[in-house]
């Protein structure tokens, strides 16, 4: 591994300065360093790998030598979350909470999405500046919880929104990072609100089962409660689909609308195909590219068990491993004009490398809510794109490292209803 010299130091400062993101310095360091690379800040030396070979070993072949569990604040809000367990605990949770995610449930939430897609956009007046940051996570959030929890939630995003906003920011990286016993105030009465709020889901859906009211629902929640689950375990399962389940989605419908304010005539083109087609095919590699560009869980947090070897480089157990499905997919080496927005990559099949597009990770555990996540953006998206014209504001706009990769300051876009669908 090639050491990181003082000038390149200084470079990915630049670049840091420049972008307002920590993904500037690691493309420097990647380019100059290459795909194995440790983070050289004091009390905080990840190794950073990258590319498909990194990605296979990391998510399949050595998978049993990195462990998913770490000493941070996605452990602490998660708790015992399927997301955050090893071994046999996390494949008996997994095998729960598979059925109601399965391909083959998604076109009965078709309607479903669509209802709360038109709930949020009916609240929008001609002409408005709405953020479809802020639009999208209403959206998301309405839609994991119905479909999960069988919960509508649209007359509590008052009193959830803003515990979620900062259950979001508590596991969003920060100088925990750098000092993990910093003090953290500001959190505490907002998380407990958000425990609260799913235990009263639970309390009231075991209610209805006491009282012989069984409810006419085969969602997650009800699997979990089937399976035996404490309301603890329950919870976790609960929050961690909530937060990863609509953040995710959230970032991916915005980077979206992004991704068509910059390119005008791609989203001229998907209008025209949408207002003709009952599938657009431009619709899905619109989607493909904002993951590839964008892809919300952009980086794999790992905990080395046993050390492991990225060619002549070596990662040793007890450190932290990060693989990059950032720079895996802005990578020169497999795709061509990397950072260009070009659907049309995806128009006849990829050639690249197996994972090397891995925007919901690979392997046993790749995500549990990817073919949810993307049915529910085609959905989304087709809906809106029918039905309302947007136009961007040009305003600046740089990726957020968050729980997710957000835009932001947000996503500032004038709508309007279609002329040819006014009352």
């Known amino acids: 591994m090639k050491p990181i010299s003082p000038s390149l130091g200084r470079a990915a400062l630049l670049a840091l300065l420049k972008e307002r993101s920590p993904l500037g310095p690691l493309k420097v360091m990647a380019k100059h360093v290459g795909r194995f690379f440790q983070i050289p800040l004091p009390g905080f030396r990840p190794y950073v790998v990258f590319g498909p070979e990194a990605n296979r070993k990391v998510l399949v072949t050595e998978r049993e030598k990195v462990l998913w569990r770490n000493t941070d604040p996605v452990t602490d809000l998660l708790r015992r979350g399927v997301l955050i367990v090893d071994g046999e605990e996390h494949d008996r949770y997994r095998a729960l909470m598979e059925p109601p995610l399965h391909p083959s449930r998604l076109p009965a939430y078709t309607d479903m999405m669509i209802w709360q897609t038109e709930r949020v956009a009916s609240t929008w007046r001609d002409g408005d500046i709405v953020d479809m940051l802020v639009e999208s996570r209403k959206i998301a959030l309405l839609i994991i919880m119905q479909a999960l929890f069988s919960k509508d939630v649209w ?39 958000l425990d609260d709020y799913l235990y009263q889901i639970i309390a009231s859906r075991r209610a209805s089962m006491t009282s012989y009211q069984l409810p006419a629902t085969n969602d997650l929640l009800q699997h979990l409660i089937d399976a035996g689950l404490t309301d603890d375990l329950i919870r976790d399962q609960m929050l961690t689909m909530l937060i990863a389940g609509h953040d995710t989605s959230t ?45 919300p869980i952009h ?67 790749a995500c549990i809510g990817g073919a949810f996540g993307q049915a529910e953006a085609r959905v989304v998206l087709s809906y809106l794109l029918r039905n309302y014209q947007f136009q961007f504001t040009h305003h600046p706009i740089h990726p957020h490292m968050g729980a997710t990769l957000e835009p932001r300051p947000g996503v500032r876009m004038r709508v309007s209803k279609r002329a040819e669908n006014r009352e």
């Not at 953290?184 to 998380?191: A, D, T, V, W």
């Not at 992004?258 to 025209?272: A, C, N, T, Y």
Request: proline content about 11%.
């Open 251 to 295: 970032a991916l419908l915005a980077w979206t609308f992004v991704l068509l304010g910059e390119h005008p005539d791609i989203h001229q083109r998907l209008i025209e195909e949408l207002d003709t087609l009952d599938k657009s095919p431009l619709l899905d590699q619109v989607i493909k590219e904002s993951l590839r560009l964008y892809p």
């Open 299 to 365: 980086i794999g947090n790992r905990r080395v068990a046993e050390e492991m070897d990225f060619g002549d480089c070596k990662a040793p157990a007890g450190e932290r491993l990060f693989y990059s499905i950032y720079l895996t997919h802005r990578d020169p080496a497999i795709w061509e004009n990397p950072d260009s927005f070009c659907p049309e990559r995806f128009a006849h099949g990829r050639k690249t490398p197996p994972f090397s597009y891995v925007p919901f990770g690979g392997g046993p555990r």
């Open 155 to 193: 007359d509590d995003l008052p009193r959830i929104w803003t515990p979620i906003l900062k259950a979001i920011e508590y596991i969003s990286p920060g100088a925990w990072i750098l000092w993990r016993k910093i003090p953290r105030p500001g959190y505490k009465k907002h998380l407990r609100a």
